[in-house]
């Protein structure tokens, strides 16, 4: 990747859009729902992903994943720690409000808000402050040269919109509520029609957007089929234009289908582990007074019981990478030569776990989706069994999405033993190190669920974060890499390979980062 260091310049001509003679509409299926309306609540793919159809940043990603302009049109860095956006003119709201620089201040003022999920996008940030109506100035604390890819995920929302309906503040997910979680309006091309939690969200092409269609589908129902087998036979049937996730074990079927077609491509998310290591007793265990993951043999335990081959083989069916890396290939700071895992030694595990002092091993809960990832709780219960060869006994607590990340993510971090995925959006893993992996201060260490802090590597992630030399950079990146699997903090397990299925007469683009922009759709054949 190519850090700039005084401008990053870009322009994007857009014109009044008509959708064509041909409009369409597109029906899929996922087998969990969007947790909810507000960009703000949850730092999680799907819902990101959904919302960017409505929300727009100030920079987006093309089907390449490369920056273009979105709510902004160009933009520069006027001084080391000084990046101005200019507006795009003319855009108006989804209810015909003019959007301005005020509703960007106002955006991400409410960003970093201590209720919301997302702060860490900018972590970086002192200051914001309009320059006239069309433009924003941001005012980083100290250098940030990649600053332009942080703001992928900045969603802007109407001032006017969030404080006629008291929404001016983020809603804690799972102890809060308010009017955005159920309700959205932005500058998108794509409007929100209807919202039933758990079933079924409608969106229709926004008229007044700015834009223009790649594709033609005006409208799209988005569906929630929790069950396998009930999903794939929605698409056989023709009920729905396309599903995700695909159940591993339903893909030649569906690939021998007449009509039908399986779409895959690497993905840029890591699936991995993670241990409660700040609390000075674990919530869920039999051992009192101390916390067994505060011992690093502990947590190496574990990563050598784990036959993370045997995963990406039998459980997700070949359909993984297996790793040793926070973050893959495709990332930058991605090196091979330290993406080698350890060999499972179940010998050496019991060995580690009695020189801790737990010879017979121990319990423990262990928090895992069931509707996020593909085959998450098939990969959660096995390795329940691939640890239970060590004595360590896990009682695991497979759930929903929106109850999962309600328990373990902020402000409740409550879980000893997790499984999570997570996809850098800035596609540098700096961002996995800032926010998965950096001590929590308020806002750096936001994903970071178990409580780690290493000053050793806090440090490396500041000098990571204004460090314009690339190849200085990515050697601090890949000493940070030695740290984490040095000190096993987290156990990555793999890549996914994104696998969606479809009718042949749709056309969707499928990017690495497993984003689904609607813009892109285009149905050839009507139902």
């Not at 005020?102 to 860490?120: G, Q």
């Not at 806090?458 to 000190?487: F, H, P, S, V, Y």
């Amino acid at each position: 990747m190519h850090l700039p260091r005084l401008a990053l310049l870009g322009l994007l001509l857009g014109a009044a859009a008509v959708p064509a003679a041909s409009a369409a509409t597109f029906r899929w299926a996922n087998n969990g729902d969007v947790t909810a309306m507000d960009p703000d609540t949850l730092q999680e793919t799907v819902q990101l992903s959904f919302l960017s159809n409505i929300y727009e940043p100030l920079v987006q990603r093309n089907a390449e994943l490369k920056l273009e302009p979105a709510l902004a049109v160009k933009w520069e860095q006027v001084s080391p720690t000084d990046w101005r956006f200019h507006l795009r003119p003319g855009v108006k709201f989804q209810d015909g409000t003019p959007f301005t620089s005020a509703d960007v201040v106002f955006s991400a003022e409410r960003l970093l808000n201590k209720a919301s999920a997302m702060r860490d996008v900018l972590g970086m940030i002192k200051e914001v402050k309009a320059d006239g109506p069309l433009t924003v100035d941001f005012i980083t604390k100290r250098p940030d040269p990649i600053f332009p890819q942080e703001q992928t995920n900045l969603l802007i929302m109407s001032k006017a919109w969030c404080e006629k309906h008291d929404a001016t503040t983020p809603a804690v997910l799972g102890a809060g509520d308010n009017y955005a979680i159920h309700h959205a309006m932005g500058t998108g091309p794509y409007k929100l029609v209807s919202r039933e939690p758990d079933r079924k969200t409608v969106v229709e092409y926004n008229k007044l957007w700015w834009g223009k269609l790649k594709g033609n589908a005006t409208k799209v129902e988005f569906d929630v089929i929790k069950n396998d087998s009930t999903r794939v036979a929605a698409l056989l049937s023709g009920q729905v234009d396309m599903i995700y996730t695909v159940p591993p074990q339903d893909m030649a079927r569906i690939a021998h289908a007449p009509g039908l077609r399986i779409i895959e491509h690497p993905e840029l998310r890591t699936i991995y582990l993670g241990f409660d290591v700040s609390r000075p007793q674990l919530l869920t265990s039999n051992v009192k007074g101390k916390n067994p993951f505060q011992d690093v043999r502990v947590r190496k335990a574990f990563a050598l019981a784990i036959d993370e081959d045997l995963i990406a083989k039998r459980v997700m069916l070949g359909m993984a990478h297996p790793t040793w890396l926070m973050w893959g290939k495709g990332v930058n700071g991605y090196d091979p030569k330290l993406d080698v895992r350890p060999k499972t030694n179940v010998a050496e595990a019991k060995k580690l776990l009695a020189e801790a002092g737990y010879p017979k091993g121990f319990t423990v809960g262990f928090d895992c989706p069931n509707d996020r990832y593909v085959m998450d709780e098939q990969i959660c219960t096995a390795i329940t069994s691939m640890l239970g060869r060590i004595g360590v006994k896990v009682n695991l607590d497979a759930q929903t999405k929106a109850k999962f990340f309600a328990k373990i993510l902020a402000p409740k971090y409550d879980t000893d033993f997790y499984l999570l995925g997570w996809t850098p959006a800035t596609y540098d893993a700096e961002n996995v190190l800032y926010t998965l992996l950096g001590t929590r201060d308020g806002v750096r260490g936001e994903v970071n669920v178990g409580g780690y802090s290493n000053p050793k590597l806090d440090a490396l992630i500041e000098k990571i974060g204004t460090e314009t030399n690339e190849t200085q950079r990515d050697a601090m990146i890949d000493d940070a890499a030695r740290i984490i699997q040095q000190d096993v903090p987290v156990i990555p397990l793999h890549q996914q390979v994104i696998v969606w299925a479809a009718r042949k007469g749709v056309s969707v683009v499928q990017p690495a980062d497993n984003t689904f922009p609607y813009r892109y759709i285009d149905v050839k054949t009507a139902h």
